[in-house]
């Protein structure tokens, strides 16, 4: 009998101690982990930033809308991020950078594509931006020009671009191109308001989008259009959509009109740099290529982003910045990078 109650008090005791320690390790509802430092290194050489990541899965969907010209770059951020947060996704839509500018500050989307500077009138309406990569506009014509040959050659220059565009005191190709072609020539610009514009009338002179000249075609779609149907005619457009991204190559019907930066009536050999998109990229890295036409790309949001908007926008000046060359597009300067990510922290 004595033997059977020491058995049972030993069973009470070891009980006692195993409830005891399951409650010291169960969590109640609503305690959270902890988060942990995590150092992400940006893949354009810019300085590890240290970021606090939750284990929470970030769930919610973020509305994009905006420029042309970084429309291709961030579907393509948003597929990656999406990757990695399935509970995130995303309404991307383009129209320009100034229905991009016009949603963000109406509350109609979370981030605004930007393909220009953004003006201190947008700033006090509560405009808060960031660079995210670089791109730029190059002339194009039709594939069949009467006098392509002569414009490889050649190039244009910036004082004949400004007759085309602003003056309208051009109106042959061979006037464009110094020869005796009698052909028109046919001027196509943008209808809506954009960085393509701004980027093409800032470097003809420093003139706004509303100073170009020609006929008004909406998007760059819309332009790239317009140029690859009408053999006599002149364009401008952002380079994802002068280049196809996947033959590196210039879209079909279309060519590049060589800038002749020096203005010595030839394009020298550091001038050449039209044959893929690689070669131009790298030209606008190194500021071969004149800046503008090159130009910054921003994410604008209504006020310092936070949440799932401030995570993406942090992934896309880190992680995100290793998708930049593929896609077409330019790494900005590390230093550009540091600025961005000291304004969302």
Not at 18 to 25: A, E, F, I, K, T
Not at 65 to 74: C, I, Q, T
């Amino acid at each position: 009998m004595k033997t059977k109650f020491i058995i049972i008090i030993l069973i009470t005791i070891l009980t006692g101690a195993l409830l005891s320690g399951c409650v010291d390790n169960a969590k109640t509802e609503g305690q959270t982990t902890p988060t942990a430092a995590v150092t992400t290194t940006p893949a354009s050489g810019a300085t590890g930033v240290q970021t606090a990541v939750s284990t929470k899965e970030p769930e919610g969907t973020i509305r994009i809308s905006g420029a042309f010209a970084l429309y291709p770059m961030v579907v393509k951020w948003s597929d990656e991020y999406k990757k990695l947060h399935p509970k995130v996704n995303f309404d991307i839509g383009s129209g320009g950078a100034g229905k991009g500018m016009t949603d963000t500050l109406g509350g109609l989307v979370d981030i605004g594509m930007v393909s220009r500077a953004i003006t201190p009138a947008e700033e006090e309406k509560g405009a808060y931006w960031v660079a995210v990569t670089k791109d730029a506009v190059v002339p194009t014509a039709n594939k069949n020009n009467p006098v392509l040959t002569t414009l490889k050659t050649n190039g244009i220059k910036r004082e004949i671009f400004e007759k085309m565009f602003i003056n309208a005191s051009i109106s042959t190709w061979g006037e464009a191109a110094g020869t005796n072609a009698a052909d028109k020539l046919n001027v196509y610009t943008r209808s809506d308001a954009c960085g393509a514009g701004e980027a093409w009338a800032l470097y003809l002179g420093n003139y706004k989008q509303e100073k170009l000249k020609g006929l008004g075609v909406n998007g760059d779609p819309g332009i790239a259009e317009a140029v690859r149907k009408d053999k006599l005619g002149i364009g401008y457009n952002n380079i994802n959509f002068a280049y196809d991204v996947n033959t590196r190559k210039p879209v079909d019907g279309i060519e590049i009109i060589p800038v002749d930066v020096n203005g010595n009536g030839k394009i020298d050999p550091e001038e050449n740099f039209y044959g893929t998109l690689d070669e131009l990229t790298n030209a606008i890295s190194t500021g071969k290529y004149p800046e503008p036409p090159a130009k910054d790309l921003h994410y604008v949001t209504r006020g310092k982003p936070t949440g799932i908007v401030q995570d993406f926008i942090k992934w896309t000046l880190t992680d995100g910045q290793k998708y930049i060359p593929e896609s077409g597009y330019v790494a900005l300067s590390s230093e550009k990078i540091d600025a961005g990510l000291k304004k969302v922290e």
